[in-house]
């Protein structure tokens, strides 16, 4: 039975080889140029690939910055002990990690520059960002489900209370993230005016 060319690619030392040179390339013209800079012409210039291999596996240069962005984003877990303030607090903390990665954090930058500049590619970076905030969701969605927090809770939006000023502090404000005491601060203050009926 013959190989399709999608597994040949998978287990193709010639192909990976080339695979990892374009995505090098195009990760150091992302961080020197910004996503506008980056063009298949440039990345294949600067990899060495011919712009006929690359596009075999990436039809633009949207996708294959989503490629590079991918790259750098930790897998995250989502903890659920009985302790929903200590959970989120780890869920917080698997973002600062990211957010505080010198290359990592320029990735998050070029995200959402890219989403600004470009329409087409704030749709296909729609599953990444979701991603990040994935952890977060779930666990705010199994604490309304087990009565930790109101069945009106709006998950959406206390998620963007947790989320919003860290990306706030990371790249807007400056200010630090590395206060220990900054994240239980934060989840205490938010989830406690979730739980408020007032």
Known sequence: ????????????????????????????????????GVTMEGVSARSGVAKTTMYRQWP????????VLS?????????????????LVECLRQLVSTLTNPESSGMVAALIEASERDEEFRRISRPSIDARRKPVVTRLRVAVRSGQLPPDTDVELV???????????RLLSRQSLADKTLLPRLVHMVIAGAKSTD
């Open 159 to 169: 998620c963007g209370l947790l989320v919003g000023p860290l990306f706030y502090r």
């Open 71 to 87: 790259l750098v984003s930790a897998e995250s877990v989502t903890p659920t002990t009985d302790d929903l303030e200590h959970d």
């Open 60 to 67: 633009d240069s949207n996708h294959l910055l989503l490629d």
């Open 1 to 36: 039975m013959s190989t399709n060319p999608s597994q040949r690619d998978s287990v193709d030392p010639r192909v990976q080889r080339s695979r990892a040179a374009v995505l090098d390339a195009a990760r150091e013209l992302l961080m020197e140029v910004g996503f506008g």
